[in-house]
């Protein structure tokens, strides 16, 4: 046993006496000790199996994010994204429509996971059908909501945002089901207007009628910056949350910076905050920029 032979027995017990009693407990042993080595090690098994499960899912998720930016002359994008567990329910997104346009997106599942992964892979697959041949947002909107309302289950829903960039016009037609706040850096005040979302999240009724969006005029220097809840609910040791405050004086403090410095001042800002307070939630940014004309 000591050299790891559990299928060893004390053989041809004979006598009754404390010896053969002590012999009959050591088989007894022996044969539980076995019993629960195998069970460990068939839950190992299962473990491992699940961790290369979960990580292949990762990967697939990890994917479905966009490698490249579209080329937009007087614009700096960027999108980043970080799970709180080995996949999420945040996704970001940019399209070049057949107009020229951009529809840059980003969304939000209940929960995190497995589950809301795979709604996010859904909703993905939806918006990038459904905007190529919608000229308008809303009900573009209206059908994907309408497509996932057949899709989910009841206390399943997704909070979804649409910023379709109109880079001619240097407008920006934003539009929000259930997604908000969405903060836009104005350079000239040096202040952040909030938007509150037009309409419900995703999910819950259908023919509900999104739109029309709110147009936003970009001007140099002009940031949008679209982010979930995990930024400004992430609380710290005390329970205290981030709050929407400090996003917007995150987003002012480094307002001069490209789009991608922006994201990672405002996750780093948020961390220092919530000290050694666990990520509860998945953080997801997505940062439109005009450039300042030199």
């Known amino acids: ?37 195998e069970r460990l090690a068939a839950e ?25 930016r579209p080329s937009l002359p007087g614009y700096d994008l960027a999108g980043w994204s970080k799970p709180a567990d080995q996949t999420g329910g945040d996704y970001y997104d940019w399209q070049t429509l057949p107009s020229g346009n951009t529809a840059i997106t980003l969304a939000d599942v209940t929960g995190h996971g497995i589950g809301p992964a795979l709604v996010t892979a859904v909703c993905r697959a939806y918006a990038r059908a459904t905007f190529p041949n919608g000229a308008d947002v809303g009900r573009v909107l209206d059908q994907i909501n309408d497509l996932l309302c057949d899709d989910l289950q009841s206390e399943r829903f997704v909070t979804f945002v649409v910023a379709l960039l109109e880079p001619t016009t240097h407008t920006v037609r934003l539009l929000s089901a259930g997604h908000g706040p969405l903060l836009l850096y104005r350079a000239a005040q ?13 999910g819950l009724f259908q023919n509900l009628g999104y739109g029309p969006p709110s147009i936003l005029e970009m001007r140099p220097g002009d940031t949008l910056v679209l982010i979930t809840d995990g930024f400004f609910e992430w609380p710290n040791p005390k329970g205290e949350q981030f709050g929407i405050q400090k996003v917007e004086v995150a987003i002012r403090a480094a307002a001069s910076r490209s789009a991608d410095e922006l994201i990672q001042h405002l996750y780093t800002e948020v961390t220092c905050f919530a000290e050694d307070a666990p990520q509860l939630d998945d953080l997801t940014a997505v940062v439109l920029k005009r450039v300042k004309e030199t």
Do not use: Y
Not at 1 to 22: C, Q, Y
């Open 1 to 37: 046993m000591a050299e790891g032979d559990l299928d060893a027995r004390v053989e041809n017990i004979g006598t009754h006496d404390e010896i053969g009693s002590l012999a009959l407990d050591v088989n007894t042993m022996t044969a539980r000790l076995r019993h629960h080595v």
């Open 44 to 68: 190992a098994t299962t473990r491992q199996k699940f961790e290369h499960d979960l990580s292949i899912a990762r990967d697939i998720q990890r994917g479905l994010l966009p490698v490249h």
């Open 190 to 202: 040096d202040c952040v207007e909030s938007f509150i979302a037009h309409n419900i999240p995703f």
